[in-house]
C-alpha cells in the first residue's frame, strides 16, 4: 500500500471524487492499493440512514452536509483531524469487513501509544476512545470488495468545538478529545499520518499473510 499526502483544507467532493476514481483504476488492475491523507475543509457527513437525528438541525449547523454511503451517524472533518482514506481491495485480506474495522482501530491504537496515549476500542462501538473520551471515528464504505472512506483521528484542538453542534456518531453525551490534549505534545498532522499508515500497511501484510490458503 502506498501513501499519499494531500495537504490541509481538502474540499469534501474533492476527495471523494478521488476514492471514486481510485476505486475504478484498483478494480481495472491499473493502479495500486492507496491511502489517502489529508486535513479536510470543514465539512459534517453522515451515512446513509432514514435516522438523521445525530446531526439536529441542519439549517442551523455552520458547515455542509455530505451524505455519503458509509455506515454510521454524523461526524464532523475539518483543520486539525488527521483523515485517511484507504481504498483496499479487501479480497486480498480475507473479505470481512468487520475485520477490518478492527484492523483499522488497532492500528489508530498503535499510533497514539507512540504518543505515550493508551486507547482502546469499546465493546459495540466503532472508533478508539481513551477512557470514555472519543479521539477517532470510522467508517468505511465497500463496493465489489474495494473500500473507501475510512478514519478520522483529531489531532489539534481546533478539531473539537464543532463537534458540539451535533450528536457524535449518535453517542449522547459522548466527549472528544484529541492527541494534542492527550499527550502533550504537538506533532503534526502529517506525521502523525505517517506513522499510522505505517501501523496500518504492516497489520494488512500480516493479515494477508495468515490467511487460510485457498
Not at 77 to 96: A, E, F, S
Request: aromatic fraction near 8%; hydrophobic fraction near 35%.
Amino acid at each position: 500500500m502506498i501513501s499519499r499526502w494531500l495537504g490541509t483544507n481538502v474540499p469534501y467532493q474533492d476527495a471523494l471524487q478521488l476514492q471514486e476514481e481510485h476505486i475504478r483504476r484498483i478494480r481495472s488492475g491499473g493502479t495500486s492499493e492507496t491511502i489517502f491523507l489529508m486535513e479536510h475543509a470543514p465539512v459534517y457527513t453522515i451515512g446513509r440512514t432514514r435516522d438523521q437525528s445525530s446531526l439536529g438541525e441542519t439549517s442551523d449547523l455552520p458547515h455542509p452536509v455530505f451524505e455519503i454511503n458509509r455506515g454510521g451517524q454524523a461526524t464532523y472533518h475539518g483543520p486539525g483531524q488527521l483523515i485517511g482514506y484507504p481504498i483496499l481491495d479487501l479480497q486480498n485480506y480475507g473479505r470481512d469487513l468487520h475485520t477490518y474495522l478492527r484492523l483499522l482501530e488497532d492500528a489508530l491504537v498503535a499510533t497514539l501509544s507512540d504518543f505515550g496515549v493508551t486507547a482502546q476500542n469499546r465493546e459495540g462501538l466503532t472508533g478508539v476512545w481513551v477512557e470514555n473520551r472519543k479521539i477517532a471515528s470510522i467508517g468505511v464504505g465497500v463496493r465489489r470488495w474495494v473500500t473507501m472512506h475510512g478514519f478520522a483521528l483529531n489531532i489539534r484542538p481546533e478539531s473539537l468545538p464543532p463537534f458540539l453542534r451535533i450528536t457524535p456518531c449518535g453517542i449522547d453525551g459522548v466527549t472528544t478529545t484529541c492527541l494534542h490534549h492527550e499527550s502533550g505534545l504537538q506533532p503534526t498532522t502529517q506525521e502523525v499520518g505517517e506513522i499510522a499508515q505505517n501501523y496500518l500497511s504492516a497489520k494488512l501484510a500480516e493479515l494477508a499473510e495468515n490467511l487460510p490458503a485457498s
